[in-house]
């Protein structure tokens, strides 16, 4: 498939390798895509670490961990 884009002058050759690295290497290709499609297609996908260790107001998980024991303790033998 042959595909035409306009870009800066200046990307023009990050562009080319680009497109050489996904078509002619597929182990490098495999993590490009990878890469580029966290970075471009969930930019605001967060994970659980990047939520909890945000500059959220600690009211902002009043209620989330308060949560009741669903039944008793157990019984262990150690």
Known sequence: MRV????????????R???????????????LRSTLASALLNPGLKTAF???ASELPDDAFDGVFD????????EIDL
Do not use: C, H, M, Y
């Open 67 to 74: 949560q009741p024991r669903r039944g008793s303790w157990r």
């Open 17 to 31: 390798a680009l497109a050489e690295t996904l078509r002619d290497k597929p182990e490098q290709a495999a993590a």
């Open 4 to 15: 035409e884009v306009q870009a800066a002058k200046q990307d023009a050759n990050l562009i």
């Open 50 to 52: 990047d939520v909890f």
